[in-house]
């Protein structure tokens, strides 16, 4: 075990609903049980490594690992790494207060349980602030811990309500992608649902470049045959679809926005030569790419 390095820490905690926040500021530091309660990691700056029940993740500034009270694991903040983070430890009493009252979540409700955030069921993963509701309670967090000297402050239950409203709002679609994979094994479906994840960050990134859906299945380990059925039984889509959508809309923000000529944009969309283009644009939208184009 490393000895510990680093360890700052200011503690935010509300006993009568077991709830607490931890700011901390890390280096050559090593827990073996990071996990107390259902746990958000958010990392601020620099990044945090994980292991979460034998899967690794490595949490980089603006990103945040989920992992309940069953999740086991660890934490490594190497010795010539620092890191900035913040932890909040929320309680299976108010995940049951907050879903005991109904709406917003009445379609979660029919679906699982409170018991369900804190259970083995559980899908551990790692999200981005900006892409999810409950980045943005993060990233609210983070700026109040910014605006206060030494971090003196005092964060009230509501903000614990909002925050578990917010994921569950995140996990609905997670939890109904799950139930589209078909294995017995809650972890082989685990597993699928990160891989195929991964594949569909991987596009979203990189939908410009010429790379292959082949070329993203074998990067996560998968057939391209199996990414595809995975992906269209996940998202409704199919990658290939997912890409050229992806495409066609840039291309629609570089006619209204830019001043670039059809054939230009064309080609910065990746959607071949201006023909081409044309006919794409026109079976996507029932318009030509010209009655859009600024030139």
């Given at each position: 075990m490393?000895?510990?390095?680093?360890?700052?820490?200011?503690?935010?905690?509300?006993?009568?609903?077991?709830?607490?926040?931890?700011?901390?500021?890390l280096s050559n530091f090593f827990h073996e049980k990071p996990y107390r309660k259902f746990s958000i990691k958010y990392v601020i700056e620099g990044s945090e490594n994980y292991t979460a029940n034998g899967v690794k993740y490595k949490v980089n500034a603006g990103e945040y690992l989920l992992a309940s009270s069953h999740t086991e694991g660890c934490i490594l903040v190497k010795e010539n790494q620092y890191a900035k983070g913040i932890c909040i430890d929320l309680s299976n009493d108010v995940f049951a207060e907050v879903m005991a009252q109904g709406a917003p979540m009445d379609e979660l409700n029919e679906l699982i349980t409170s018991n369900f955030f804190n259970s083995t069921q559980f899908?551990?993963?790692?999200?981005?602030?900006?892409?999810?509701?409950?980045?943005?309670?993060?990233?609210?967090l983070h700026n109040q811990f910014v605006?206060?000297?030494?971090?003196?402050?005092?964060?009230?239950?509501?903000?614990?309500?909002?925050?578990?409203?917010?994921?569950?709002?995140?996990?609905?679609?997670?939890?109904?992608?799950?139930?589209?994979?078909?294995?017995?094994?809650i972890k082989t479906r685990k597993d699928l649902w990160r891989k195929t994840n991964e594949g569909m960050n991987m596009l979203n990134e990189l939908y410009l470049q010429e790379i292959s859906v082949r070329q993203i299945a074998r990067a996560i380990g998968l057939s391209e045959y199996y990414f595809f059925r995975l992906f269209k039984s996940i998202y409704q889509i199919s990658p290939y679809q997912f890409v050229l959508n992806k495409r066609l809309k840039y291309a629609t923000s570089l006619l209204i926005e830019s001043d670039l000529n059809i054939s230009e944009i064309a080609d910065q969309s990746a959607l071949g030569d201006i023909f081409s283009f044309s006919k794409i644009f026109k079976k996507a939208y029932g318009i030509s790419p010209s009655q859009l184009s600024r030139k």
């Open positions: 490393k000895k510990p390095g680093t360890f700052i820490v200011k503690n935010i905690s509300q006993k009568e609903i077991g709830c607490q926040i931890n700011y901390s500021e899908l551990e993963n790692k999200f981005q602030v900006t892409s999810s509701k409950t980045g943005a309670q993060l990233i609210q605006l206060q000297k030494d971090f003196e402050m005092s964060v009230d239950n509501g903000f614990y309500f909002q925050l578990i409203e917010a994921l569950i709002s995140d996990y609905i679609p997670i939890y109904k992608q799950l139930q589209q994979i078909s294995s017995k094994k």
